[in-house]
T-cell receptor
Framework: DSGVTQTPKHLITATGQRVTLRCSPR?????VYWYQQSLDQGLQFLIQ???????AKGNILERFSAQQFPDLHSELNLSSLELGDSALYFC?????????????FGQGTRLTVV | AQSVAQPEDQVNVAEGNPLTVKCTYS??????LFWYVQYPNRGLQFLLK??????LVKGSYGFEAEFNKSQTSFHLKKPSALVSDSALYFC???????????FGAGTTVTVRA
């Protein structure tokens, strides 16, 4: 158990809908990352937050947004869902945003868009 | 721009034989390098990292990795593979003064009994 909690584990929704994925980082970790893993795209970096502020942005679509709250949990919002958004979404956390500290991953949320 | 390449989609070895999973990177300066492993339907687990110093880094489950600055490589190795090492392995890189942690495409390792 990495200490990173993601909910829900599975999500099935229809095209055009909006969903929210939730992540609770390890105790003491200030940095949260979101990744999308699909068969054809591999593990794609979406966005990173540190202590409530956005620090880095990757290949995140405009239909997607995220935030980190004062209690350090994070949410990833996916809207106007398309079939191609079906993937495994991972959250990871680390103590720092920079530096050599490794990131610890949650078990992921498997999103299926039908 | 930073990038990580894992040139082999799949690696197949017999149990007891040495295992090598290749990784090369393209990042300016001296980056931090990481290896992760992912078992089916699980999240990624940290194996080891290179920060500075000794080019041979030892990690979890008997894995080690060799950093080669001139070849910009960070290959993962295990002297004697086990069937339980069968999994998906990811190399990752973070530049020293950047936030972004980027992953390679992954290499599927299959160890046959």
């Amino acid at each position: 158990d990495s200490g990173v909690t993601q909910t829900p584990k599975h999500l099935i929704t229809a095209t055009g809908q909006r969903v929210t994925l939730r992540c609770s980082p390890r105790s003491g970790d200030l940095s949260v990352y979101w990744y999308q893993q699909s068969l054809d795209q591999g593990l794609q970096f979406l966005i990173q937050y540190y202590n409530g502020e956005e620090r880095a942005k990757g290949n995140i679509l405009e239909r997607f947004s995220a935030q980190q709250f004062p209690d350090l949990h994070s949410e990833l919002n996916l809207s106007s869902l398309e079939l191609g958004d079906s993937a495994l979404y991972f959250c990871a956390s680390s103590v720092e945003a920079l530096g050599d500290t490794e990131a610890f991953f949650g078990q992921g949320t498997r999103l299926t868009v039908v | 721009a930073q990038s990580v390449a894992q040139p082999e989609d799949q690696v197949n070895v017999a149990e007891g034989n040495p295992l090598t999973v290749k990784c090369t990177y393209s990042v300016s300066g001296n980056p931090y390098l990481f290896w992760y492993v992912q078992y089916p339907n699980r999240g990624l687990q940290f194996l080891l990292k290179y920060i500075t110093g000794d080019n041979l880094v030892k990690g979890s489950y008997g894995f080690e990795a060799e950093f080669n600055k001139s070849q910009t490589s960070f290959h993962l190795k295990k002297p004697s593979a086990l069937v339980s090492d069968s999994a998906l392995y990811f190399c990752a890189v973070r530049p020293r003064y950047d936030y972004k942690l980027s992953f390679g495409a992954g290499t599927t390792v299959t160890v046959r009994a």
